[in-house]
């Protein structure tokens, strides 16, 4: 079982930067690609970014691609979103999911543990 725990959600003007991290508890984060998602009001979850166990292979969301890096550290058990360049069409709840499946997959369904949120709020 993984228990996932994300911060670093904010308020931040258009332009500006924010970095969200994902701590993971249990021994199988290293087993475990991650992916971010992100839920604005009154709309589908949606696929941000994802990674694979060993960090080398990244998928983007068309929409973020250029302004977002994810990352990870199996080391700290944690991985990362660093967005740049925020929009206010980025403001949703970001949430980070882990799946033992193989590969980086982008559905909702295909990932096993979510953790609770953090909300993203740009202003204009």
């Known amino acids: 079982q993984v228990q996932l725990v994300e911060s670093g959600g904010g308020l931040v003007q258009a332009g500006g930067s924010l970095r969200l991290s994902c701590a993971a508890s249990g021994r199988t984060f290293s087993s475990s690609a991650m992916g971010w998602f992100r839920q604005a009001p009154g709309k589908e979850r949606e696929f941000v970014a994802g990674i694979s166990r060993s960090g080398g292979t990244i998928y983007y969301a068309y929409f973020v691609k250029a302004r977002f890096t994810i990352s990870r550290d199996n080391a700290k058990n944690t991985v990362y979103l660093q967005m740049n360049s925020l929009k206010p069409e980025d403001t949703a709840v970001y949430y980070c999911?882990?799946?033992?499946?193989?590969?980086?997959?982008?559905?909702?369904?295909?990932?096993?543990?979510w953790g609770q949120g953090t909300q993203v709020t740009v202003s204009s």
């Open positions: 999911a882990a799946t033992a499946q193989l590969g980086v997959p982008s559905e909702v369904a295909k990932y096993d543990y």
